[in-house]
């Protein structure tokens, strides 16, 4: 069996499913448009995220086979976003500074940077992890 790298804690997805029925562990493995239909709908009435419960080990494996491992951490990144993100430490995090001051001085960039950033994280931490690998 080949090593299979391990870019999101499933015991972080868990933690994180408990506020799934706003989507929150959809968007921390990269399904940005179930997330968003989960914060609207509250996990489908309920419903999906209790079916979410038993599909995490899924997600996790496929989330791990999707990003790039590297320097920066998933976890952290996700729960600097979560809870700290209109100061945006997350950005900071992944060596963008000049974007992580504007969102310090703007809340966010008045929010609308935040909901972008969950759209996207997982994507722009693998980014930055090649950028890092091929330095």
């Known amino acids: 069996m080949a090593n299979r790298q391990n870019t999101h804690n499933m015991l972080l997805g868990y933690l994180i499913w408990i506020f799934g029925f706003l989507g929150s562990h959809r968007f921390y493995y990269g399904k940005p448009i179930t997330g968003t239909i989960w914060f609207f709908t509250f996990g489908l009435f309920f419903i999906g995220w209790i079916i979410d419960l038993f599909l995490i080990p899924s997600m996790d494996e496929e989330a791990d086979s999707r990003f790039r491992e590297g320097e920066v951490n ?13 100061f945006g430490l997350h950005r900071m995090y992944m060596g963008k500074w000049i974007t992580g ?4 001085l703007t809340g966010g960039l008045f929010l609308m940077g935040i909901l972008y950033d969950f759209w996207t994280l997982n994507d722009q931490i693998s980014e930055r992890n090649r950028e890092v690998t091929f330095s």
């Open 101 to 104: 001051i504007i969102y310090l």
């Open 74 to 86: 998933y976890s952290i990144g996700w729960l600097l976003l979560t809870f700290t993100g209109v």
